[in-house]
Structure formats: C-alpha cells, structure tokens
C-alpha cells in the first residue's frame, strides 16, 4: 500500500502540566531565540498535510502561531492520550481522507525531520497499526502514528479510566521504529522537564539546526 505523508495530520501535544519546570506554559519557554512551540512546529508542518496544537484553556495564548488549537474532547485532564483522540476527532472533521494522525511532543526539541516519512514506513497494511518512535533503548510513546479509525475505541478506553499510553497501544497492533543516536551523540528524542534540561537544551541548539 503507497503511502505519503499528504495523508497524515500533525498533532503537536502542548497540554502538558510542566509541574516539575514549576507550572504554566513550558512550551513557550525559549531556546536559541525560539519558543520551544515554535521549534516543534517548524519541525513537524513540513512533514505534514495538516497541523493542529493540542492544548486546553485560552486558545488566545497562541494567537501568534498559525496553526489552530484544538482542546481535549474528554473532560478533565487525562494525559496525553486525550491530546490524541482531540487530534483524531479533528483530522475525521477537517481532513477526512487522512487516515493517520502523528503525534510530537512540544517540549522535544530536536526530534527527527522525517518522523512522519519513518513513521509511516511501519505502518501496516490494515491501516490499524500503531507506530511508536524508539531511541536509546526506549519507545516514546507521544511520538507516534496513530489512525484515526481507532478514535471510537480510544474514547471508551479513556471513559473507563485508561490513562497510560503503553496500555492502550499493548490492546492493539503495535510497531516500534528506531531512531539512531547522531553522529553528535544527541539523542533526538531529548526532551526539556526541568530547568537544567532547558539549559541543555540551549547548548544543543547552538550545534544542531
């Protein structure tokens, strides 16, 4: 089955909590002069049909980037897996004949700039698989490959008490795709949850594009 990434939305995740950068909108702090939003959507719209953030509260407080915000359609916050089914229900409303959705972390700067293209290539043939990205020995499981014909079974699961990414996904065909370390031995899947993480990551930057 061909595939391209034209038939995949993005979900850039940014309703994190940020409890332990001590609260508030960790995807605005800043890097090399960029919003960490800003990097992740720079990153993802590329690869991409469509772009949404997800995130709940004042929309207002992204007016100044382009793509729209989309909230949880599942009440109270539930974790990352709501940022999923929000991007599912929207990609089913918006772009209908997109039959994936993939997900980013907006708090990872320097993921892969062909997510999507090796993403896809572990999808199967039913259109049913899930498709997790892998480094270092670890899946990180909110960067993902999700379709979007699973949004039924992901709302029940989540209205009766799921909360864990790995849980669903063990219910269903499930891929790992490696990612390699750099030859600059950084991890792409670095991810800023603390404040020496963003000091860092502002190292980083000044050697990575």
Not at 148 to 161: F, I, M, N, P, Y
Request: hydrophobic share 45%.
């Amino acid at each position: 089955m061909s595939r391209s990434t034209k038939q995949v939305v993005g979900v850039v995740l940014a309703g994190g909590q940020a409890r332990r950068m001590g609260g508030g909108d960790k995807c605005l702090l800043e890097i090399g002069g960029q919003s960490l939003l800003g990097r992740a959507i720079d990153r993802l719209s590329p690869q991409v049909s469509d772009l949404v953030i997800n995130a709940n509260g004042d929309a207002a407080r992204f007016c100044s980037f382009e793509p729209p915000v989309v909230k949880d359609t599942v009440e109270g916050f539930v974790g990352p897996l709501a940022g999923v089914l929000a991007g599912m229900r929207w990609t089913l409303e918006h772009v209908p004949e997109a039959p994936y959705i993939i997900t980013a972390a907006s708090d990872t700067p320097f993921f892969p700039r062909d997510l999507a293209q090796r993403l896809l290539q572990g999808a199967g043939n039913d259109g049913l698989s899930i498709v997790l990205a892998a480094s270092n020995g670890r899946v990180h499981p909110v960067f993902g490959l999700w379709p979007v014909a699973l949004a039924d079974d992901l709302e029940k699961a989540l209205k009766s008490g799921l909360r864990k990414i790995l849980d669903w996904t063990d219910r269903h065909e499930m891929v790992e795709m490696v990612f390699q370390i750099d030859t600059a031995q950084i991890d792409p899947f670095f991810n800023v949850n603390r404040p020496k993480d963003l000091v860092k990551a502002e190292s980083i930057a000044e050697r990575v594009l």
